[in-house]
């Protein structure tokens, strides 16, 4: 169960947090009346997260009136004038995303549109999520873990041999199946830059499991996007 807070709802996440200070930031820092059309189609949004369907049977889960008061939250970081009972999350967002109006767009189209691609199932109950929130982190995995995208990869680097991208393992003298097993796709576009096309070859690093366990890692505790060479420096 997710954790609640208040009347039961459950905690507002990244990326519900992201969605509604892309409407605060497109409003001018303005925070309309929940009677609006802009909180009324973010509360049906929200009310719509595939995460969230079991919290959604509540009326009162991001009702107009909840989604107006995340607006103020979001408002008393950008001004001091607003509702100062800010959550961490809020404050990690605004942090984060607060002067960067282009890019919480983008990844509110990200979040919006993955919305309507995943399923219910797809997004584990308990997930540490990668910089781009919770729905993102379940996408970009079910990406990886494609059998045709794998297949693309290992297809391609065979000729070469197989070798980490990270630490340069490799086991050219075992089994093919096995030596197969040592490896892993790791999308290294950001979803919300890549956006809906189908993934290329060149959005993909061959690394062991052992390094892609470890960059998921460090992106989760830097909670930013990260390059081969920047993990190698966190890592190697
Ligand atoms: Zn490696
Ligand atoms: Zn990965």
Not at 31 to 52: D, G, K, N
Not at 98 to 120: E, F, H, Y
Not at 128 to 134: D, F, S, T, V, W
Request: aromatic share 4%; charged share 25%; proline share 6%.
């Amino acid at each position: 169960m997710a954790r609640t807070k208040g009347h039961g709802n459950p905690n507002w996440t990244h990326d519900e947090i992201v969605l509604a200070l892309d409407l605060y930031l497109s409003l001018d820092r303005n925070v309309p009346s929940p009677r609006s059309p802009e909180i009324q189609a973010l509360s049906a949004v929200l009310r719509s997260m595939p995460y969230h369907l079991e919290a959604a049977k509540q009326p009162s889960f991001r009702n107009p009136d909840g989604v107006g008061f995340k607006l103020m939250n979001l408002r008393q970081l950008d001004s001091g004038r607003g509702l100062s009972n800010v959550s961490k999350t809020d404050r990690q967002v605004w942090e984060k995303y607060g002067s960067q109006p282009a890019a919480v767009r983008n990844l509110a189209d990200a979040i919006t549109k993955g919305m309507r691609t995943i399923l219910p199932e797809e997004i584990p109950e308990e997930v540490e999520e990668l910089p781009e929130g919770r729905l993102l982190t379940a996408i970009h995995v079910r990406r990886e873990r494609n059998p045709k995208v794998r297949k693309m990869l290992l297809d391609a680097r065979r000729a070469t041999g197989l070798r980490c991208d990270m630490c340069e393992l490799s086991r050219p003298g075992i089994r093919a199946d096995l030596e197969e097993a040592i490896f892993e796709a790791h999308h290294i576009v950001p979803l919300a830059s890549a956006g809906e096309r189908k993934t290329k070859l060149s959005d993909l690093s061959l690394l062991c499991a052992c390094c892609h366990r470890a960059i998921h890692r460090a992106m989760i505790i830097e909670q930013r996007w990260l390059t081969i060479p920047e993990a190698q420096g966190l890592i190697l």
